[in-house]
């Protein structure tokens, strides 16, 4: 295990996970995401970012690895979030860098399930992302990143939208219109409540709907050459207020992660 010491910058690499209000699907190849999600690499490297917290000791946080970039976090949505959530908590953690296809024996010991993300919180691994979100948010409640109940589902059935129709071989099986209509319900919803889903400030759906958000544009992008339409301006903005966060920019996937990702499952 390599240590790679970086300077935090206004929100500095934070570490604690926590996520509310979002689902867990099965992603891009390789990667484990929370409760039933992916898989990929094994060696073991290890990011430490410290900045002053309301917690002194940095959380140990297990994610996905890059493959494609040495010191970077891979392409698994459900370890972004987890990330996010740290950053926008302003939490300091030991990220390690798990190469999931070649699960080693330290990771395995663990977490013997070999699912990212885990995190380390009150002397116990914790591996589902929904789980790791809500324990955060209970001990470290400041700042707030709770989403009300009736907002919580906001968004939640665009990214299995997105995966049928990134993975359609047909254009008249109705998948494309099924992902614009989602994203059009989504798109009245920020335009009344936005810039963000509970309005001025970000929560946790948003930190849940960003990572899968940014592999649909990615994804769609190089394989079929689809962007979301301009008749959904509030998405678009929506996209480019989350994407341009310090936290997001920190910790998010390479492309040529989320391209490589998602290959099997276009490919067939």
Known sequence: MSTVKIQPTAFAL???????????????????????????????RAL???MSTTSSDPFEVCVKSSTTTPNKPGDCPFCQ??????????????????????????????NPGGKVPVIKLNEKWISDSDVIAQALEEKYPDPPLG??????????KIFSAFIGF????????????????ELSSFNNHIKDNGPYVNGKEVSAVDLSLAPK???????????????????????????????????????RAQPEDIIAGWRPKVLG
Not at 166 to 181: F, N
Request: charged share 25%.
């Open 213 to 251: 958000l940014h592999h649909l544009e990615i994804a769609l992008g190089h394989y079929k050459k689809w962007s979301v339409p301009d008749s959904l301006p509030h998405v678009k903005s929506y996209m480019k207020a989350i994407f341009s966060r310090d936290s997001f920019i920190k910790t």
């Open 48 to 50: 430490t970012v410290s």
């Open 14 to 44: 934070s570490s604690s996970v926590r996520q509310l209000g979002f689902f867990n699907l099965r992603l891009p190849q390789n990667c484990v995401a929370s409760s039933n999600h992916f898989s990929r690499h094994g060696t073991r």
């Open 166 to 181: 990134l993975k359609s071989k047909d254009p008249s099986d109705g998948t494309e219109k099924a992902l614009i209509s």
């Open 81 to 110: 979030r987890v990330l996010l959530t740290l950053e926008e908590k302003h939490l300091p953690y030991d990220l390690k860098l798990v190469d999931l296809a070649h699960k080693p024996d330290w990771f395995l010991k663990i």
């Open 147 to 156: 989403t009300p109940p009736e907002k919580a589902s906001v968004g939640s």
